[in-house]
C-alpha cells in the first residue's frame, strides 16, 4: 500500500525558508521510474507544479520558482524534501507531495496535504 | 506557464453526462499525450482518475472518461453518481520535465 504523507511548519515569517518532508511507504526512490513530486494549491487557486526528483537524482523545478527551490532525497529513510527559500505571504497554500511513475505518467499517489501560512 | 483553462463548474442530475474542458496551448496540452486527470474531495488526496489522456488506472469505474482534440482535453462522466460530486483538475506535460495543472472545476450532483 503506497502512501504519502507531508510534515512541516504550519507557520512561516516572511523572508524565512520553508522545509517540508514528504514520508513515503509502500514503493522506493531507488526503483527505476520512480518519482516524487511537490505540488502546492494556494486557498481559492488551481494547483502549481513545484519539483519532482526521480530515482536517478535527476531534479527538475517549475521555471518561475527555479531560484528558490531546491529538492532532495533520502532513499534510505523513504523521503523527500523540499526547502523554498525567501517566503512571502503568496505563497501561503496546502502543499502537497505526490508519487509519480514514468510508466503511468500520473501523479498516481498522494499525500492529504500540509497547509503553511506566510505571515509576520 | 499558464494554468490551463477549466470550467469554475458543471452540474448534471445523477444519470446524466457531464463533460469537463482543459484548454491549454500548443506547449502543452496540443503537443502532449501525457494529460491527466484528478478528483479532489475537501481535505481528502487527491485521486488519478485518468492518465497518458485516456486510460484509467486500475479501480476507477468506467463511467469516467478521457479525450483530446487539439489544445482540449476533455473528462466526461457518465451515468453521474451523487459520489462524483468533487472537484476535477486537469494537468499536462509542458515541456522541459515542467507539468501544468488547471483551475479546477467543481461538480455538482443535482
Known sequence: QVTLRESGPALVKPTQTLTLTCTFSGFSLSTTKMCVSWIRQPPGKALEWLARIDWDDDKHYNTSLKTRLTISKDTSKNQVVLTMTNMDPVDTATYYCARYTVTSEGFDYWGQGTLVTVSS | ?110
Request: aromatic share 10%; hydrophobic share 25%.
Open chain 2, 1 to 110: 506557464q499558464s494554468a490551463l483553462t477549466q470550467p469554475r463548474s458543471v452540474s448534471g442530475s445523477p444519470g446524466q453526462s457531464v463533460t469537463i474542458s482543459c484548454t491549454g496551448t500548443s506547449s502543452d496540452v496540443g503537443n502532449s499525450n501525457f494529460v491527466s486527470w484528478y478528483q479532489h474531495l475537501p481535505g481528502k488526496a487527491p485521486k488519478l482518475i485518468i492518465y497518458d489522456v485516456t486510460t484509467r488506472p486500475s479501480g476507477v469505474p468506467d463511467r469516467f472518461s478521457g479525450s483530446k482534440s487539439g489544445n482540449t482535453a476533455s473528462l466526461t462522466i457518465s451515468g453521474l453518481q451523487d459520489e462524483d460530486e468533487a472537484d476535477y483538475y486537469c494537468c499536462s506535460y509542458a515541456g522541459s520535465y515542467t507539468w501544468v495543472f488547471g483551475g479546477g472545476t467543481k461538480v455538482t450532483v443535482l
